[in-house]
């Protein structure tokens, strides 16, 4: 009993040791696993197409030589196996042959010489195959068998030559005893060989057919693997980055994602487009903020001009407080003092919108009001408008849904279109802008229009295209069109022109509405989509 | 003609008016500030002004009308303008078109008075005008 449960102490601790090695190989397990999940790109294996198609080429290699050694191999059995079915055929024919002229010779219908060749004939055959029948049954027998069948024929002929008497007879019939079981013993040889060759023949056949079958389907295996090349791996992602391509076309900034198990030259090449695009919209910017830069220039001229006003207010004001601070009430110095509060603010507000405009900003995406976009970029205009007498007529449908943009890349679209319209717009003249739901659902549309001279046919085709412009040197860039449209584009919408001859031109600015809540819309990004 | 010296102000900031009526009648003038430019038109076919200041560029009349009105009915008057200071070609337009002088914001008060001085000594009535340019 103490025995039992000493054992039985040993073996739970020793149970408890083997726990305890197998949990910390666990927990040792768990943490490499976690060393390798917290380097990202390390979780998808990289299994290039190159060597994809190097794989293919040795395993075709391989296939090939396999199924063309095995063919041979098969081929050469079989062509083995036939020589012996003939040799067979040849043995029991042969055999056959030399009993049948035994037994004539026998009955005294032929004469000995006949049995003799054949037998010579057979023993031919038999000598020059000797290692073939080796190969399928004891053949220490048969040469002796036969040349013991030559023998008696001998005997049986010189017997022949004796005259007829008991003794000579009963030595025939000795003989003759003999020779029929020696022709059984042959014939039985034959028997065997012929089964025994048969047998070999049909193993081989059936192996033939196996290696057929593997053939083939090896073959199918090998096709599954160059379509899942060709067609999982090649041509759909080709399609995928041609409809990507497409879209980038259209203008709308989307991710590229190769969406697949395995790095490989189309991950390098998606990194490498998403590179591209990346730099594209870095010169895209450089190009925007520059022209953006130019409408400042042009719209200093009209601040300057504006500023002018409370600054000479300020100018006035300031002075006759100096000159007449002694002779003033204090009500009157209070006023003083207010208006030149008042114009400070005013010139304050004056530059601010310009500063708050020209300042190069970090592109942020969120929900926005069309119609304030439209306002505020008509007060940065303004004083320019003033400058040229030309006014602006600002119509705004009411409840108008909200949008998703970028408020300074939208107000230097609408600013654009404001600043070409007025360039076209004679002194005391006017332009239209209209701000409403868009004929299709879930589209607000901004509309610039001016009463000039309208765009010709012929340069109407180039208008947006960069660094197209009809100004005079110094004065246009060529940019403006261009950058808007590709802010718009950004934006998910298009921009579009009508024009009339000695009637003026609208620009049609297109934009989808927001459909996620004020709120939350902030964090999210939905112009920026993923493909 | 009365013993004062007449001058109408026009601007379309209340300001200038506001400040500057209060730095010429020290000078000893009259002033009519305006800061509708179709009152003052109607003023000036009313009266003839020794002076008329007024800013070039406002909402719906320019100066250049103004200056042009004044130049129809009255040879005397001298018409003093107020520009900014990116319009100095409109100011020179203004001047063959027979303005007196002009006169570019932001400006002083005292500008305004030498240029009025400068006015009254041209139609021979410094006299009218009592105190000197600080």
Redesign the interface.
Known sequence: MMLFQNCLDKWYNCALKRLKTLLDKKIEKIESQNNLTGDDTSITQRFTVRSHIYMVFVISVILSCAITAALGVTVYLITRDMKYVNLANTYILLSNKAMFHERNFVAGWEDIKESKESIKAFEMVVFERYNDFGNFFDNSRLISNIEKYGRLLDDLTEINTFPPSEQTNAKVVKIRNELHQLSDEISNYGKLFSERTGHTMRKDMFLFKIVFVLATFFLFLFMLFIVHLLIYRVLRTMSRIVQYAKHLSTGQQIKFMPGKVYQDEFSDLASALEQMMKEFDRQQNIISQSHKLRAVGTLTAGVAHELNNPINNITLTAHMLLEDYHDLDEDERLDMIKDLIDEADRSRTIVRNLLDFARESESIMEPIGISDVVTETLKLAGNQLKLNGVHADLTIAPNLPRIHGDRQQLEQVFLNLILNALDVTMKGGQIRIDVERGDEPNFVVVKVADFGNGIPDHILHHIFDPFFTTKSKGKGTGLGLSVSQGIIAKHGGQITVSTKQKRGTTFTVKLPITTIPADIGGNMDSAHGSF | MSGEFEVLLLDD?P??G???K??LEKLGCEVDVFTDPKEALKRLSEKNFDVVVTDI?M?DVDGLDVLEAVMSKSTTTKVIMIT????MELAQQALSKGAFDFIA??????DLRSVIIKAAEVLGKTDMLKGAV?
Do not use: N, Q, S, T
């Open positions: 900031e300001i200038v506001k400040r500057l209060p730095a560029r909402e900014g200071y990116a319009m914001k932001p400006f002083k008060p005292d600080k």
